[in-house]
């Protein structure tokens, strides 16, 4: 099996498009992070789980589930990049591969230490743009090969219905 430990805010903080969302509602780009992160999983099979810190939410520890995504709001005093350390270590197993998408360059060399994998936050936008391109492609395949619920007809004759329909005939 394999995890992927998000450090929402550093990914917030690194994309583009949820840096811009974020400057005028942080919770809109919390909530975009979760649907991509969404398709992620169901795109890769992956098991996600994002970690905000708790400075930018206050109060107790919480976690909930959007979609198949695990989303956890840190204890008050406690930072993102422990919570994921904690993880990294409790999650990794001779049958798990733990990945954690930050580019916090020391918290790249902690998770290390634990046993995991790093993908900095271009690599997993990059791996995001082309999965959502690949999810496109196949909708776009799927449509293609629906039959057509309409009848076809010659041109000449769709003219004249055409002409029937608005009492030119």
């Known amino acids: 099996m394999d995890i992927l430990l ?15 969302l974020k400057k005028n509602n942080l919770s809109e780009a919390r909530d975009l992070l979760i649907e991509k992160m969404a ?21 107790i520890e919480k976690k909930q589930k959007n979609y198949r995504v695990e989303v956890i709001f840190t204890r008050e ?3 993102a990049d422990e919570r994921i350390e904690k993880l990294a270590k409790s999650l990794s ?5 733990v990945h954690v998408a ?8 902690a998770i290390f230490g634990q046993g995991a994998l790093r993908k900095s936050a271009r ?6 743009n082309t999965i959502e ?11 293609e090969d629906r039959p057509s619920s309409k009848i076809s007809f ?16």
């Open 102 to 109: 930050t580019s916090d360059f020391t918290e790249q060399w």
């Open 39 to 59: 398709e992620y999983q169901a795109y890769t099979g992956f098991r996600v789980m994002i970690v905000f810190d708790a400075h930018m939410v206050k109060g």
């Open 133 to 143: 391109k690949r999810i496109k492609h196949r909708v776009k395949k799927i449509e």
């Open 123 to 128: 690599e997993l936008l990059n791996e995001m």
């Open 93 to 97: 197993n001779i049958k798990t591969q």
């Open 77 to 79: 005093n406690e930072t």
């Open 154 to 169: 010659p041109d000449d004759v769709m003219e004249k219905l055409e002409k029937w329909r608005r009492g030119n005939l």
């Open 6 to 20: 998000v450090d929402g805010y550093n990914i917030i903080g690194a994309w583009p498009d949820l840096q811009k």
